[in-house]
């Protein structure tokens, strides 16, 4: 069954199921809980050791084409059309038989993915024994699996059942969708106030003259008063 037509069948329960909204439903996440699980990951395993060893068999394969290529071009010169004939097609035959076999191991429902469903068939039946518990113990009337083909757009997390499936499955964590511990709080200290420069004509920054500076400065202009003050007293102490 194709893609489309699992989704339009899907689509079809669903409207099928319209007038029973009330009743409860719940949703899991089956990759999640898969990846939880050891069989899950020793079948995994498996799988890798197998897609090396037949990567490595084709591997060889390949190099026993390329050898018999090297050996046809150097030779070539030397030989009958015959003899030419005859190498061509048995490289043509070696070509043929190394994509026969990439076939045969990792094409559509070839090796690899029959391999696939006997190693993954023993931790999916456990999980679907533990989903038929959760549902009967929470009288759900639909469970869904958020991975399959059912696009679900928006899921309330309220209706996630897969912390109950894992825990059925002895894989309960009493910290999932817990928030994260919190980090020690630190206290940022307020910057120091910069030291007064001891030179009167130092400025700050800011252009804001320093209050020690400016106080100083006053100071030295009552002390030394200007030539234009001096000259004013000498003319108002002049008699007319």
């Known amino acids: 069954m194709t ?36 069989e ?14 037949w990567q490595k068999e084709i591997e060889v394969q390949k190099k026993d084409l390329d050898k018999l290529y090297r050996t046809y071009q150097a030779e070539e ?4 059309e ?20 990439e076939s045969k191991q990792f094409g559509y429902e070839g090796q690899l993915f029959k ?12 999980i679907f024994d533990a989903v038929e518990k959760v549902v009967k113990a929470r ?23 897969t912390e109950f499936v894992l825990e059925e499955l002895g894989l309960g964590s009493p910290t999932r969708n817990q928030p994260g511990p919190k ?3 630190k206290t940022v200290k307020p910057p120091k ?14 252009g804001t003259p320093d209050p020690a500076s400016t106080t100083e400065a006053a100071g030295a202009t009552k002390a030394r008063p200007t030539k234009g003050a001096k000259a004013t007293k000498a003319v108002a102490g002049e008699k007319p």
């Not at 079809?12 to 990846?35: H, R, S, V």
């Not at 015959?82 to 038989?97: C, P, S, V």
């Not at 391999?115 to 456990?126: G, H, I």
């Not at 469970?143 to 059942?161: E, K, Q, S, V």
Request: glycine content about 4%; hydrophobic content about 40%.
């Open 3 to 38: 893609h489309i037509a699992r989704s339009l069948l899907a689509l079809a329960l669903l409207l099928a199921c319209a007038p029973a909204w009330g009743q409860k439903f719940g949703y899991i996440d089956t990759e999640f809980i898969m990846g939880k699980m050891p």
């Open 40 to 53: 899950y990951a020793q079948a995994q395993t498996e799988l890798a050791k197998l897609t090396e060893t």
């Open 77 to 80: 010169v030397v030989l009958t």
């Open 82 to 101: 015959a003899m030419k004939k005859k190498r061509q097609d048995e490289i043509l035959k070696k070509e043929q038989d190394i994509k026969a076999y």
């Open 115 to 126: 391999k696939r469903v006997e190693l993954n068939k023993p931790a999916q039946d456990k």
């Open 139 to 161: 009288k759900l009337d639909f469970m869904f699996d958020r991975n399959g083909d059912l696009t679900m757009l928006y899921a309330n997390p309220t209706h996630d059942y």
């Open 183 to 185: 980090g020690p709080v």
């Open 193 to 206: 106030t910069p030291t007064a420069s001891a030179d009167p004509a130092f400025e700050s920054d800011s």
